[in-house]
C-alpha cells in the first residue's frame, strides 16, 4: 500500500470505483478501524497503526491544492453492514457532508443499473499534474497489487469508467440515496432516477488548461499545443479543476 499512498498524495486527480466499501479517503475511524479488523490485522497495535495511516491519506483532501477525487460506490458497498449500526449511521452521514467538498464528486451505482463492465473488481486511475507523467491504474489485490501505466491498458479502463459514470445515479441524488440509507427508510439506491441524456461532444483540455466557470460550455478549440483527442463522451466531476478530470469522460448529470 506504501507505493501507492506516495502517488495518491502527487496525484492532481483521483478516480475510484469501489464495490465492496466506501474507499478510503472517505471513511470515518470508526468505520476503517471495523474493516481494518474484519482483514488480516493480528493485533490492536496494528489495528491502530493502519488506521492512523488511513486518516494520514484523508489530509490530501484538506490541502489547499487538493486533489480531485471522483468516487463511483456500487450500492452494495452501503447497504453492507461494517461494524455496529452507529458506525454505519455516522459513516454515511460523513458521505452526505463530503458531497459537499468542492474537490468531491460522489456517483452510486445502484442495484438497478444491472450488469456492468466493472463487476470483475474495484480499481482506481491517477492522474499528475506533470505531463510527462503516464496515469496509473491500481487495482488492490488480497496480498499484493498491480499498477499499469501503458496507454492502452489505462484507456481499457477510462472507458470503463465512463460507462460507470452513465450508469450510477446522477451526484444530485448521492446526498438524497445517502440520508434515505442513513435513516433505515430505504436502499442507497432508491433515490428518484432523473434523465440521462446523450452527452454533448466535447473535447479534452489541456493539463495545464484553467477550469472554466461553472455552468460554461466547453471551448471548441483547444489551447494550442495541448494533447487533446476528440471523444464523443465525456464525464465532468463538479467543483474546481473539473474539465481536467480524466480523458475520455463522459458527462455525469
Known sequence: LEPYVGLEAAASIIRTYQIQFVPGLLQTEGYARALIRQG??????EIARR??????????LRRPDAPQLWVVVDE???????GSREIVREQLK??????DHPAVTLQILSFSAGAHSAMGGPFSILRFAEPDLQD???IEQLTSALYLDKPVEVDSYLEV???????????ANTTKASRTRSAGRGTAGAAAPQARGRPSRTRRPSRSAPAPPPGSRPS?????GSRIRPSTRRCRPRGRGTPR???????CR
Open 40 to 45: 488480516s490485522a493480528e493485533s490492536e497495535e
Open 51 to 60: 488506521s492512523e495511516l488511513r486518516a494520514s491519506r484523508q489530509e490530501i
Open 76 to 82: 452494495g458497498a452501503l447497504r453492507r453492514p461494517v
Open 94 to 99: 460523513y458521505l452526505t457532508e463530503m458531497v
Open 136 to 138: 496509473v491504474v491500481y
Open 161 to 171: 469508467m465512463e460507462q460507470l459514470c452513465l450508469q450510477a445515479e446522477p451526484v
Open 220 to 224: 471548441a478549440r483547444p489551447p494550442p
Open 245 to 251: 478530470a480524466a480523458r475520455r469522460l463522459s458527462t
